[in-house]
């Protein structure tokens, strides 16, 4: 079923993007809204923050079964055929009722964006066994790349798999994997990456190839759950993975091409991390705007303040660009999969090419999680030390969206890495 109403008018090189919302697309937002305002309300997000992980069961099965947690996964794999643009839209309800994006975080990057990605290079087996049961709520899936010694060089990894007769053989250490505890609670597993042949200096990309993880696998050791600063709702951890042996079913696509897998799942992920960012900033200003207009200061509201207006209009006029700016980049998303093919992936992508959507996913990535990091601090202080307080969101969402900023998915000095490579070309890239 598709969401998405598409006007592609072409004169030349030139198309025009309708913006309209279609039925179908306001119903469905409709429901998730009517369904955060029972029960994701701020009453929950913060009992949620106090409590902390791991993530409440009831809020992943009651969003599971609106059919908006992992919503591209096509209807013949237990999806709902959404388009990502109505994914954005969801995305960004989400971020608008849990500004601590502990929600977003779990269920749109990890589950929506990986597990999407996951479904499109996995087998029957794991679709059966891992997939569908988290599309249903009942199980987690996620994403393991980052290592003790590095994150964001995502080439620059140390596990291992060994092919021998009965399959393969795991070894090494995954670090900062969102869903650590939930996923050793509810079952299910994580999307890794090892090297399946010699690392090549000149090309250290190559030779990375993808597995499914099963959590409870024999071997796979699960680590004490970090303290993290914010997004308290969903834990954080890491695993070991001592000569774990996995069949080749578990494999995802091709041997050594995981490097791409990973790229296209970081693509999706980061999509859903910008639309949330947008439903954040707009709600860190619904708590703000009302404030500054009832409080009094030397005999007249903030809001006559003319650095207050000021600051105020910057920031709508940014969460404005924002939003299209993301609108755009999961339109051209959906054009790269309708034209490559989403279950046969026999196509290949002509109106844009992959690097010209990450282009654009990088940009994306990059000014929303800073926008609102500063929209939240902005507003803070606006409330003077009342905005330092837990009587409002405020201070729990400067804490979660910092995680978005430091690195999650990709931190925002490597997506100007990334842009710049695309406007300047690869010789220019400053590490190679």
Known sequence: MSFQKYLLVYDGMRMVFDFTETEEQRLIVRSVKEWCEKNLNAEKVREMDD??????????????????????????????GIDWVTQALIAEVIGYY??????????????????????????????????????EGKQFVGIATTEPGGGSDVAGFKSTAQKDKDGWILNGEKTFISGTEECKKWGGGYWVNVRSGPTLPEAPHRNMTSFFLPIDTEGVEVQKPYRDAGRMAISTGGFTMNDVRLPDEYRLGEIG?????TMEGFD???????????GMIKRVLDIGTPYIKERITFGRPLAKNEAIQFE?????????????????????QDIRYREEGILAKTGKPKTFTPLEITKWISMIKWKGPSLALDTAQRVMLWFGAAGYTKDYLLEA????????????????????????????????????
């Not at 091409?257 to 897998?261: A, I, S, T």
């Not at 105020?312 to 051209?332: D, F, S, V």
């Open 98 to 135: 849990d500004p601590t994006v502990a929600t977003a975080a779990a269920l749109m990057a990890v589950e929506t964006g990986w597990g999407f990605t996951l479904d499109r290079h996995c087998g029957e087996i794991v679709r059966e066994r891992y997939v569908k049961p988290a599309i």
């Open 268 to 278: 999706n992920a980061r999509m859903m991390i910008a639309a949330s960012c947008v």
């Open 257 to 261: 091409k995981g490097f791409y897998y």
């Open 51 to 80: 409590e902390g992980h791991p993530f409440p069961k009831e809020i992943v099965e009651g969003l599971c079964s609106l059919g908006v947690v992992m919503g591209p996964v096509p209807v013949e794999h237990g999806g709902s």
């Open 312 to 332: 105020l209009a910057e920031i709508y006029r940014e969460m404005e660009a924002l939003k299209l700016m993301t609108l755009k980049t999961c339109w051209m």
């Open 397 to 432: 969402a400067w804490r979660g969206i910092m995680s978005y900023v430091i690195g999650a998915e990709g931190g925002k000095n490597i997506q100007k890495l990334v842009v710049a490579r695309e406007l300047l070309g690869k010789q220019y890239i400053p590490y190679k």
